[in-house]
């Protein structure tokens, strides 16, 4: 029996606010109110004050409170009338992107995911020269060296070094032998205190100079130096300490955030990291830890390649996947104006609208989220991990995680959404379930 008057503790809880989806949360909330938060950062508790706030189920249909049916109604006609439907988005959980891909490939959409651009950074790395990554807990209990390439990791994975970087156990490494290395645009001065507590060998740079410190990096470790002073004296100095070290390493790790590196050709300069991981395996042991997973960018990504055999920016117009990571990029299919409706799916979280457009757009979206302009349809869902069971895939995606349901809600799922459309679609057009084409 669910009661929301009383004070309720749940422990064991994944936490679908970043890609690290820790899974040690303890929450103790009544109603609206998030009483507690055990083990969780900043991230975290932003995510379940918000989440435990919005709990409103009525859709907009043009404009004006609509019941379930009317949306779902008006959503058929729409979808049923388009002939390129866009499918982005796609925050939501396994069973959620499962129903969107049925949609989609009902209605002949093609797919993308809103933080497409940072994914495919190192997807069209991955596709094109391959690389050999690890996981947080080969990380966590073998690496001896980890260079932590920019900044913005430590924002996007607030638990990082409590939990993969500096835990309080670890198999095969003693506390406090583990050497971390931040490359990037540090100072001693801003360093934050975790960090700081784990005395990392700081290597100061501009994001513009970090192509250019692992190009010499490699030449180093390959026999085949550069002039060091190219970087200056005193950084030079450093990478060749550097170099020396991850030759010397048991196990070493290079990680990222893809979303940091928003330059032109920035897939040039992740093939660089990966290069550097693969150079160094051929004398030692050396892996790639590309972080990403926020609002489940792995999550639809992972489902899409099983189910299509094909990652994401994949048309299904001509009845089989058509995958082109850059003409399918759902901005430029907005801009060129090659869609004639847009399908958002956002349940993470209220930040994240649409972009403002002349196509008609369906929301399908977090309760409390608001507009500039609204949508033609919106219906609010149900946030996975709050209003629903579900899986979802950490930056690593070694696994889904199961997220729990915490509160009884009336908000649909986007599953449950998506195939109900799916089937609305169906009996419209008078075709069977078979006749599904991908």
């Known amino acids: 029996m669910w009661n929301e008057s009383i004070e309720q ?58 019941s ?132 990392p060998l700081l290597i100061p740079m501009e994001n513009e100079s970090i192509p250019d410190a692992i190009a ?55 093939l660089g990291f990966v290069e550097l991981a693969k150079t160094l395996n051929e004398k030692c042991r050396s892996a790639a830890l590309p972080l990403a997973g926020t609002l489940a960018d792995i999550t639809s990504n992972q489902v899409t390649t099983w189910q299509l055999g094909y990652p994401l920016r994949t048309r299904l117009q001509r009845g089989y996947p058509e995958h082109d990571p850059i003409l399918n990029r759902w901005q430029g299919l907005i801009a060129r104006g090659e869609s004639d409706l847009l399908l958002w799916t956002s349940s993470l979280s209220p930040l994240t609208p649409p972009p403002d457009s002349e196509i008609p757009t369906i929301v399908l979206g977090h309760p409390g989220m608001s507009f500039k302009t609204p949508p033609s349809v919106y219906i609010p869902v149900g946030i996975p991990g709050i209003d629903h069971h579900g899986h979802w895939y950490r930056s690593d995606a070694v696994c889904p995680l199961p997220l729990s349901k915490l509160r009884r809600s009336k908000l649909p799922s986007v599953a449950d959404i998506a195939n109900l459309l799916s089937r609305q679609l169906l009996t419209a057009s008078g075709v069977s379930e078979r006749g599904v084409r991908c």
């Open 9 to 66: 503790k749940i422990n064991s809880v994944t936490c679908p606010g970043c890609g690290l989806s820790c899974d040690d949360l303890s929450i103790t909330f009544a109603g609206e109110q998030l009483l507690s938060l055990e083990n969780g950062c900043e991230k975290a508790r932003s995510f379940y004050e918000t989440a435990l706030k919005s709990s409103d189920p009525t859709p907009i249909v043009d404009g004006s409170p609509a």
């Open 68 to 199: 379930l049916d009317q949306a779902l109604a008006s959503c058929t006609t729409r979808l049923a009338q388009s002939n390129s439907p866009l499918f982005a988005g796609l925050a939501t959980d396994v069973n959620g992107m499962r129903g969107i891909l049925e949609l989609g490939d009902l209605c002949g959409a093609t797919l993308d995911h809103l933080n497409g651009d940072a994914m495919f950074r190192n997807l069209r790395v991955l596709q094109d020269n391959g690389w050999f990554t690890t996981t947080f807990s080969e990380v966590r209990n073998r690496a001896d060296l980890v260079v932590l390439i920019g900044k913005q990791w430590f924002d996007g994975f607030p638990r990082l070094v409590e939990r993969v970087l500096n835990p309080q156990d670890a198999l095969f490494v003693e506390a406090g032998q583990r050497k971390i290395v931040l490359l990037g645009p540090w100072s001693p001065d801003s360093l934050p205190e975790d960090l700081a507590s784990i005395n």
């Open 216 to 270: 010499l990096l490699r030449s180093l470790i390959a026999d085949k130096p550069v002039p060091p002073t190219r970087l200056g004296e005193q950084t030079g100095e450093l990478l060749i300490g550097l170099a020396s070290q991850l030759q010397q390493a048991n196990y070493s790790v290079i990680s990222w955030s893809a979303a940091e590196f928003d330059v032109p050709h920035a897939e040039l300069s992740i």
